[in-house]
């Protein structure tokens, strides 16, 4: 098990970027880590993952925008989400581990493929 911790939310406007960070409590080179996001009376969503190689997949809903990236010598995840728009407001999560998870797929891995999960940060763009 690993406690994640995530950190960079924060209220911005139309257009603008942020970078979340999610601290890692251990040595978690193997993982396959996952970002989501939720907003109040939806279903969780998938929005980026990265395997231990470093392959990504992304949500379309996302894909252009956002970068996920981690340092593995930091035990660090990172989403960078870039010209934000108002329907990317919601709690952003960081996940571990959906190893076993294929890396070609076209889509990120589903919620129940992970088994830890951060707090989650808040974004909200305002338009």
């Known amino acids: 098990q690993v406690q994640l911790a995530e950190f960079g939310g924060g209220s911005v406007q139309v257009g603008e970027s942020l970078t979340l960070s999610c601290n890692a409590s251990?040595?978690?080179?193997?993982?396959?880590m996952g970002w989501f996001r939720q907003t109040s009376g939806k279903k969780r969503e998938a929005v980026a993952s990265?395997?231990?190689?470093?392959?990504?997949i992304y949500a379309p809903s996302v894909k252009g925008r956002a970068t996920v990236s981690r340092d593995d010598a930091k035990n660090v995840l990172y989403l960078q989400l870039n010209n934000l728009k108002p329907e990317d407001t919601a709690i952003y999560y960081c996940?571990?581990?959906?190893?076993?998870?294929?890396?070609?797929?076209?889509?990120?891995?589903?919620?129940?493929?992970?088994?830890?999960w951060g707090q989650g940060t808040q974004i909200t763009v305002a338009s």
């Open positions: 996940a571990a581990d959906a190893s076993g998870f294929c890396s070609n797929s076209p889509t990120p891995p589903p919620p129940d493929w992970y088994t830890d």
């Open positions: 251990k040595y978690y080179e193997a993982y396959f």
């Open positions: 990265i395997d231990s190689d470093g392959n990504t």
